[in-house]
């Protein structure tokens, strides 16, 4: 079984879709130390970038532990493509946790126009601390500079740099080949940590080839909860769809996110669309972009929304968003095991409920999919078809 550690659940979904498409049996998994389904690749989704760093250690220690006692062939830590999270201290846990001394990390994604250049870090061309990152409420981007980001990652030239030194290794790398030839040249004594190319290109050199998936068909969206909870581009809530389709898309109130107003009222008025339509659309809306707290609250809220409409009616379709908000719903509805199956574009996954935690109860008969975006990723074409 090939392990992957997420530090958010849209990156794991990420990551799930790439295993589905190269033939795997994909299993992802959140916030649960139960049972581990049978999958030839299971995707740990925590929620460590969203953690304080103590927290998001200890979260990264306890999955580290279970997969040890589980047994997995080969281990990935994925990380985030424009360089948020705890990424060193998390990668000094897996380290200690395998007893592997190298960490060869390569976060960058040629193929959606994210590279390493000169050591610094660019999106279609623009440093990253000039891009909407600099403004991300949790993680904001400083610098494009890896060393000023990360003062202990060390940025190698060549992979015969990197096979000569321990601890965490960036590196230059600006297409496909090059991340390629990374992979290629490391070894046992070397753990892998980074974005959806670099996966890709390791399932490639564990052997495995990719296949052309069946064409979906599109959401039905039948009896369909869709959150919107990113302040991103690419919003869900902007699509032409949900007018054709008679969709109502509910913003959040101001109100309502700056606590001057009781949530279960917004609630209660959203329970109401939802039972006369079926289907609901819920969005952030235009919100500020502050600091941590808000968006804490940002997701918690809208966590509350969605596991007050599930109590009127499972839906058969639930599309969410924004990866920090996702974790926060499928925790809140305890929701903890899915089999993959179906990539709708790179990064959005559609998954069925397999398991569920603590007091949640499922009817045996009811299958319910769940869609799963990063909010700074497009929808693709294939899923308002």
């Known amino acids: 079984m090939i392990a992957v550690i997420a530090d958010d659940i849209t990156g794991a979904a990420e990551i799930a879709g790439i295993g589905l498409r190269f033939g795997l049996r994909v299993e992802m998994v959140v916030n649960s130390d139960g049972k581990v389904p049978d999958a030839d690749l299971l995707v740990y989704a925590t929620d460590t970038r969203s953690l304080p760093l103590a927290e998001a250690v200890m979260d990264t220690r306890r999955v580290m532990g279970q997969l040890n006692r589980i047994g997995y062939r080969a281990l990935f830590k994925k990380v985030d493509s424009a360089l948020r999270g705890h990424v060193v201290p998390e990668i000094e846990v897996v380290q200690r946790a395998t007893g592997i001394p190298r960490t060869r990390y390569l976060p960058q994604n040629p193929s959606k ?22 403004e991300d409420p949790e993680f904001p981007a400083r610098t494009a500079n890896l060393s000023e980001r990360f003062p202990r990652i060390q940025t190698v030239l060549t ?11 960036a590196a230059n790398a600006e297409s496909d080949a090059e991340i390629a030839r990374f992979v290629r040249q490391a070894d046992e004594k070397t753990v892998l940590a980074g974005g959806a190319d670099l996966f890709t290109a390791w399932l490639r050199e564990l052997g495995w080839r990719e296949r052309t998936l069946p064409e979906f068909p599109g959401l ?5 909860i869709i959150v919107c909870g990113s302040t991103a581009q690419h919003s869900l809530a902007e699509y032409d769809y949900f007018r054709r389709k008679l969709i109502p898309v509910e913003d959040m109130p101001m109100e309502v996110f700056e606590l001057q107003r009781d949530p279960k009222a917004w609630f ?7 039972e006369l339509h079926h289907s609901i659309a819920v969005a952030v809306g235009d919100k500020p972009r502050k600091d941590r707290c808000y968006a804490v609250r940002l997701r918690n809220i809208m ?20 990866g920090a908000t996702a974790f926060s719903v499928l925790a809140m509805l305890g929701w903890s095991c899915f089999r993959v199956t179906d990539e709708l574009a790179p990064g959005v996954v559609r998954m069925v409920l397999q398991g569920a935690s603590g007091d949640c109860l499922i009817p045996d008969n009811r299958e319910i999919h769940i869609t799963l975006k990063p909010g700074s990723y497009p929808w693709g074409d294939r899923i308002f078809s």
């Open 113 to 134: 126009g994210r590279v390493i250049r000169g050591g610094n870090y660019y999106i279609n061309g623009q440093p990253l601390d000039r891009t909407l990152f600099a």
């Open 268 to 274: 209660a008025g959203l329970a109401e669309i939802y």
């Open 220 to 224: 039905g969206l039948r009896d369909a």
């Open 159 to 169: 992979a015969a740099d990197a096979l000569k030194s321990s601890g965490i290794q």
């Open 303 to 322: 966590a509350a929304a969605v596991s007050a409409l599930t109590e009127i009616r499972l839906p058969h379709e639930l599309v969410i968003e924004g």
